[in-house]
Nanobody
């Protein structure tokens, strides 16, 4: 069992930056592939980014590639999402999730393979 708590959301103007954090407690953080997902009002949840256990491999949605960077610090049991050049369409509740797997797979990206979820943090980008 692992508990996930997101933080760092808020209101930012278009073109600005935010860094989200996901703090994990419970079982060893390093055993999980971690991911970020988001859900905008009236829309389905979508994949944002994922990172392997060691942090050596990452994956991004096309919509955020080149603007967002996912990283993790296993010593601190924390994952991050650095978001730059934010756009109004990035407005959403952002969730972190953990997958007890050793690779980023299609089920990681759909979210169906994620075993644990946080409660989310709201990011609002004003135009």
């Amino acid at each position: 069992q692992v508990q996930l708590v997101e933080s760092g959301g808020g209101l930012v103007q278009a073109g600005g930056s935010l860094r989200l954090s996901c703090a994990a407690s419970g079982r060893t953080f390093s055993v999980y592939v971690m991911g970020w997902f988001r859900q905008a009002p009236g829309k389905e949840r979508e994949f944002v980014a994922a990172i392997t256990r060691s942090g050596e491999s990452t994956a991004y949605a096309d919509s955020v590639k080149g603007r967002f960077t996912i990283s993790r610090d296993n010593a601190k049991n924390t994952m991050y999402l650095q978001m730059n050049s934010l756009k109004p369409e990035d407005t959403a509740v952002y969730y972190c999730a953990a997958d007890h797997n050793n690779a980023i797979t299609s089920t990681t990206m759909t979210g169906s393979g994620m075993d644990y979820w946080g409660k989310g943090t709201l990011v609002t980008v004003s135009s």
